[in-house]
């Protein structure tokens, strides 16, 4: 005990014990409240309150007390509602405001707390003090709970209409859930699967359903995906979903029922309705009608994949890849047949042109290929399938009956064996096939048989221009008949009364075709190996020579022309067409005659000839050349503005001269 307890009240003592029994006799007012405000000790404190009778003397505490237990203890004394809910809605302390918000008696400020408190465990505790359950269900709608407490639960699932209310419009999907649990109404269930968008909410109504029609109308609708994946999982009925594959709304569950399709006819009409809609899409007719609108190609393809992949049975691929509703779906059914006798017969008799195209990439039998090489009425169709053939006997076969022109030459191009081109070439109806052949056999017994028996001119220059130089005496029968030989193999030389009048004259085949304008002929030969710069060798006498007639005025005054290249001829005769094939096959430009030494270009320009002085000049030929009197290119132009205008547009000045 202290001195100064001697001289001082008994609730003043240093011992809180002995200050604690103090408190017992003292009955005033102001000394009890003085006390709870002010000793240093909490229990202290808490004693005195309880002797305290007018709340006035506690608010102080209440409101000030450091101590959290006190003030709480001081709150069990109040009973004034507007103290209350202060604390209620603003302590600080948690257990402060449940205890003051248990002692509120007004129903519309405990609503507001559950409402608006920032803290969860205070609006539980005010949802669980709310009488009237319909007010409580609004309240959690509109308020995210972590759960429901039980008694919340009891209250509302009295009344149906109210956990049914709960069950569709509550904001938390965990509060949602937790009110499934009180439902037995099959069409609630329905319509939580349906429009709940949260997967777990959807799922756990969707496994309390026992409806068919109700899982698949969930299966089709349903906004959420993963509730609809779910519900796929719980139907069996292949047509029921092979309806969800055509009819569900959206691309995602769409794919996800074909891929539980098993039944080919089935996976056949599913393909077949997808592509029906992106025809009539495409079209924008009848779009009101449809029952599914896909937003871009590449969805409507992503489905019919997934359908294809699923799909084993050849037969009704075939039937897709030619009567499906689209171009693409016919392609891509054609690209996933394996069987090589329906993909031939696709590529053969499909009344679709693209159909067949598509299926000539994967047919391998050769055969087939040249059938449609030879037969096929599109020619697209024919040239895919010929690109596609390596086997010389079906490229035989093209060659020798290919129902055109164009796919027998292009046959002939690629073929190799001699007795089936020197059938085409004795054989074949059209002149320039027969001359293709002729210009691809190495056999000088064949060439020398055509060469000898041929009508045509042009087929016995070909035949000419591939034998060796001791077998191109030959005449043609179609003049003067045919000298009698003892065969490819005579070596007995020539004599001038067997050797023709133009061969005496040194004019090559391809010479002679210039001459006569046959372009065709022309690069014929020099595919085959004709030489371009080759010139005449012989002497060209006006009163008897044949060529003179093509030569104009310049023949006549000549009494003797050597070296007379192709390229000169062409200026001389104005064959443009004809002088670009040559410098393409490398014909030189500066060559000249022997007689006037003029190149090609001044020939061009001293016989008026500007088409061809033009292809000359275009086709980069030689322009520094001059004739045997030193004339140049610049110095023939000026004579004619034609010819200087020319020779200014292509940058041709007297520089050089």
């Not at 699967?193 to 609708?221: M, P, Q, S, W």
Request: hydrophobic residues 40%; aromatic residues 6%.
């Amino acid at each position: 005990m202290a001195l100064f307890d001697f001289f001082r009240p008994q609730w003043k003592h240093s011992d809180p014990e002995h200050r604690k029994q103090a408190l017992k006799s003292i009955a005033d007012e102001k000394t009890l409240s003085a006390v709870a405000q002010h000793d240093p000790d909490p229990e202290v404190r808490i004693k005195a309150m309880s002797y305290m009778r007018f709340q006035a003397g506690v608010m102080p505490v209440l409101k000030n007390d450091p101590v959290p237990k006190v003030r709480l203890a001081a709150l069990q004394l109040i009973t004034d509602q507007d103290t209350l809910t202060h604390t209620a809605q603003n302590d600080q302390e948690i257990d402060l405001r449940i205890a003051a918000l248990k002692k509120i008696k007004d129903q519309k400020i405990i609503a507001e707390i559950a409402l608006k408190d920032p803290d969860e465990i205070v609006r539980t505790t005010a949802l669980i003090l709310i009488s009237d359950p319909s007010t409580a269900v609004q309240i959690i709608v509109r308020q995210d709970y972590l759960d429901i407490h039980p008694e919340i639960i009891k209250k509302i699932a009295a009344s149906h209409s109210l956990i049914e209310e709960l069950v569709k419009d509550a904001e938390d999907p965990k509060v949602r859930k937790t009110a499934l649990r009180y439902i037995n109404d099959q069409t609630v269930f329905s319509f939580v699967g349906r429009y709940d968008t949260d997967a777990e909410v959807g799922i756990a109504a969707l496994n309390n359903i026992k409806d068919r029609f109700l899982i698949v109308d969930i299966a089709k609708n349903s906004r959420n995906f993963d509730v609809q994946l779910a519900s796929l999982q719980k139907i069996e009925e292949q047509p029921v979903l092979a309806d969800i594959a055509m009819n569900g709304q959206g691309s995602a569950i769409r794919q996800a029922a074909t891929r539980l399709l098993t039944d080919q006819v089935l996976l056949k009409e599913v393909i077949q309705y997808k592509a029906d809609m992106r025809y009539r899409n495409d079209r924008e007719t009848d779009q009101h009608d449809t029952d599914i609108q896909f937003t871009t190609h590449e969805e409507y393809r992503r489905e019919c994949e997934v359908t294809l992949s699923l799909l084993t049975d050849e037969e009704i691929i075939s039937d897709l890849a030619q009567n499906g509703m689209t171009d693409w779906l016919r392609h891509r059914a054609v690209v996933c047949l394996n069987n090589q006798q329906i993909l031939a017969d696709i590529a053969k008799k499909a009344k679709l042109t693209d159909v067949r195209k598509a299926a000539i990439p994967l047919v391998e039998n050769e055969d087939v290929l040249g059938y449609i090489a030879r037969y096929d009425t599109e020619p697209e169709v024919r040239s895919l399938a010929f690109e596609r053939i390596t086997e010389q006997s079906v490229l035989g076969d093209v060659a020798r009956w290919g129902a055109t022109t164009e796919i027998r030459k292009h046959a002939i191009e690629k073929l190799d064996d001699q007795d089936i081109l020197a059938l085409v070439a004795t054989e074949d109806t059209e002149k320039v096939v027969r001359i293709a052949a002729t210009l691809r056999l190495n056999d000088e017994a064949a060439l020398c048989h055509i060469a000898r028996m041929t009508k045509d001119e042009d087929m016995w220059k070909a035949a000419l221009a591939k034998l060796p130089t001791n077998k191109k005496w030959i005449p043609f029968s179609g003049s003067s008949g045919n000298v009698p030989m003892t065969g490819p193999e005579t070596e007995a030389s020539p004599t001038n009364d067997t050797i023709p009048a133009w061969q005496r004259k040194g004019w090559t085949p391809l010479l002679l075709a210039i001459e006569e304008s046959t372009t065709e002929t022309v690069e014929m030969l020099l595919k085959s190996g004709a030489d371009p710069n080759e010139p005449t060798t012989g002497e060209l006498g006006a009163e008897n020579d044949r060529l003179c007639i093509g030569l104009g005025n310049i023949c006549k005054d000549m009494k003797a022309y050597h070296q007379i290249t192709p390229l000169i001829l062409c200026a001389m005769d104005n064959r443009p067409e004809i002088i670009r094939i040559l410098i393409s096959f490398e014909a030189d430009s500066s060559k000249t005659d022997n007689h006037y030494q003029r190149p090609p270009l001044i020939w061009a320009i001293a016989e008026n000839n500007p088409e061809a002085a033009r292809a000359l000049l275009e086709c980069g030929a030689e322009t520094e050349g001059w004739d045997k009197d030193g004339k140049t290119v610049i110095q023939y132009a000026e004579e004619n503005p034609v010819f200087r205008e020319m020779l200014a547009e292509f940058n041709i000045d007297d520089t050089f001269v």
